[in-house]
């Protein structure tokens, strides 16, 4: 059975630095990677699909990075802002269409 | 364009009555699912729309628990006499289906947050 780690559960950072959240799954056999935000009392927006295939896919400031063999993904932050605060969250599937399978999020503080 | 919606945002409801929650998927997106969200327990599957295929259940927690959707659209998860315990942030995605690898990438709604007194 997949299971997703995220760490940590929780992080505080100063602006303006850089930051990498972790994700790890116990199944390599997966088809697609996907990284959340998530604002309290929101929904869930999509940031990046990683496919199993790919090893990493960009958008703005934002990195993220597949290791499928050893079960980890990262997501790097570059300069962090305070609107940058929020939970992230990791998920994986293990068939085209199938549903996600979700990490219990990192929670993220960047202060001013 | 228009995302995904949810309707109610908020449910409160006593113990033992019937809810209904209400999904419109992106127009266009085939593949339709409920997640739940509790506190302490993160998101978990419910189940899972694709086009006229067999819905897959195995995420529903007990029989207390339905889905339906009509016209390969809307979506309705209905929960007979709720619990206490089914109190929780209920999430609707959509997604295209992958014809063209890639563009998987699901969209969720906003919730219905429901409170069972």
């Known amino acids: 059975k997949q299971e997703v780690t995220q760490i940590p559960a929780a992080l505080s950072v100063p602006e303006g630095e850089n930051l990498v959240l972790n994700c790890s799954f116990t199944?390599?056999?997966?088809?697609?990677l996907q990284w959340f935000r998530q604002d309290p009392g929101k929904g869930l927006t999509s940031l990046l699909l990683?496919?199993?295939?790919?090893r990493e896919q960009t958008s703005g400031r934002l990195n993220a990075s597949l290791d499928k063999s050893s079960g980890r993904s990262t997501l790097y932050i570059a300069a962090s802002q305070p609107g940058d605060s929020a939970t992230y969250l990791c998920?994986?599937?293990?068939?085209?269409?199938?549903?996600?399978?979700f990490g219990k999020g990192t929670t993220l503080s960047v202060s001013s | 364009g228009a995302g995904v919606s949810q309707s109610p945002s908020n449910k409160v409801t006593e113990k033992g009555k019937d809810v209904e929650l209400r999904c419109d998927p992106i127009?266009?997106?085939?593949?339709l699912y409920w997640y739940r969200q509790s506190l302490g327990q993160g998101l978990e599957f419910l189940i899972y729309?694709?086009?006229?295929?067999?819905?897959?259940k195995s995420g529903l927690p007990s029989d207390r628990f339905s889905a339906e959707r009509t016209g390969g659209s809307v979506s309705t998860l209905t929960i007979q006499r709720t619990q206490q315990e089914d109190s929780a942030v209920y999430l609707c995605?959509?997604?295209?289906?992958?014809?063209?690898?890639?563009?998987?990438?699901?969209?969720f709604g906003p919730g219905t947050r429901l409170l069972v007194l």
């Open positions: 127009s266009g997106h085939t593949a």
């Open positions: 998920a994986v599937n293990s068939k085209a269409g199938t549903a996600l399978i």
């Open positions: 729309f694709q086009g006229n295929s067999a819905p897959d």
């Open positions: 995605a959509s997604s295209l289906y992958a014809r063209v690898r890639g563009q998987e990438t699901q969209y």
């Open positions: 990683i496919q199993s295939s790919q």
């Open positions: 199944d390599s056999a997966i088809y697609n």
